[in-house]
C-alpha cells in the first residue's frame, strides 16, 4: 500500500524559512516522478512543484518560483520542499503526491496518491 | 495558461439521483490530460477519473468521466451519501510543464 507521511508544517514569520518532508512507502519511490501541491484555507488546490524519479528535472509554479526548491532523496524514500522568503499567500495544507510515471514526458501526469498534509502558516 | 472553470458551484441532490459537473476550459487541449479527483472534508484528495474517462484503481462505476476539446463532464450515475465532497477537475499542460485545477463543485447529499 502507498503511504506518503509529510512532516514540518510550523508556524513560521514572513520572510522566514521551513522544510518539508515526505516520507514514502510502499512503492519503489526511484521509479515514479513526485510534486507538492498546497491548499490555502477553505480553497482550492494549487500544483507548486514537480521533481521526476531520477531528480534531474525539476518544474515550478510561477508563484515560486526562486522562492521554492524541490528534492528527493532516492535511497532514503524522502522528497522535500526547501521554502524560502515565505509569504503570508503560501499560507497552505502541503499535500506530497505520487504521479503515475517517471518523468513528465512518459505522460499521465496525474497525482495518483496523496500524503495527508502538513500545514504551513505564515504569519507574523 | 489555461483556466478551467468548473459548474455550478454547488450542486445538492438525493441519494440515487444523477449528478453532472462541468469542468470548461479556456482552450482546448487533450483528453489525455484532464483528470477529476474527489476531496471529503478534512481528507487530501482522492483520484477519481483521469485521461477523462478512465477511472482510477478502486474507483467505483458509477463514476463516470466524458467530453472533449474543451468542455469535460464528471457524472455521478446514483449518488450515494458517501460522495458528498468537493470534485477538482484538473489539467497538465507542456509547454512548460504546469498542472491547473479547476475551483471545485461542492456535492451536497440531502
Known amino acids: 500500500e502507498v503511504q506518503l507521511l509529510e512532516s514540518g508544517g510550523d508556524l513560521v514569520k514572513p520572510g522566514g524559512s521551513l522544510r518539508l518532508s515526505c516520507a514514502a512507502s510502499?512503492?519503489?519511490?526511484?521509479?515514479?516522478?513526485m510534486s507538492w501541491v498546497r491548499q490555502a484555507p477553505g480553497k482550492g488546490l494549487e500544483w507548486v512543484s514537480f521533481?521526476?524519479?531520477?531528480?534531474?528535472?525539476?518544474y515550478y509554479a510561477d508563484s515560486v518560483k526562486g522562492r521554492f526548491t524541490i528534492s528527493r532523496d532516492n535511497s532514503k524514500n524522502t522528497l522535500s520542499l526547501q521554502m524560502n522568503s515565505l509569504r503570508a499567500e503560501d499560507t497552505a495544507v502541503y499535500y506530497c503526491?505520487?504521479?503515475?510515471?517517471?518523468?513528465?514526458?512518459?505522460?499521465?501526469?496525474?497525482?495518483?496518491?496523496w500524503g495527508q498534509g502538513a500545514l504551513v502558516t505564515v504569519s507574523s | 495558461e489555461i483556466v478551467l472553470t468548473q459548474s455550478p458551484g454547488t450542486l445538492s441532490l438525493s441519494p440515487g439521483e444523477r449528478a453532472t459537473l462541468s469542468c470548461r476550459a479556456s482552450?482546448?487541449?487533450?483528453?489525455?490530460?484532464l483528470a477529476w479527483y474527489q476531496q471529503k472534508p478534512g481528507q487530501a484528495p482522492r483520484l477519481l477519473i483521469y485521461?477523462?474517462?478512465s477511472r482510477a484503481t478502486g474507483i467505483p462505476d458509477r463514476f463516470s468521466g466524458s467530453g472533449s476539446g474543451t468542455d469535460f463532464t464528471l457524472t455521478i450515475s446514483r449518488l450515494e451519501p458517501e460522495d458528498s465532497a468537493v470534485y477538482y477537475c484538473?489539467?497538465?499542460?507542456?509547454?512548460?510543464?504546469?498542472?491547473?485545477f479547476g475551483q471545485g463543485t461542492k456535492v451536497e447529499i440531502k
Open positions: 484538473q489539467q497538465y499542460g507542456t509547454s512548460p510543464p504546469t498542472w491547473t
Open positions: 510502499g512503492f519503489t519511490f526511484s521509479n515514479y516522478a
Open positions: 482552450q482546448s487541449f487533450s483528453t489525455s490530460q
Open positions: 503526491a505520487k504521479l503515475m510515471k517517471k518523468d513528465f514526458w512518459y505522460g499521465y501526469n496525474y497525482f495518483e496518491s
Open positions: 485521461g477523462a474517462s
Open positions: 521533481i521526476s524519479g531520477s531528480g534531474g528535472t525539476t
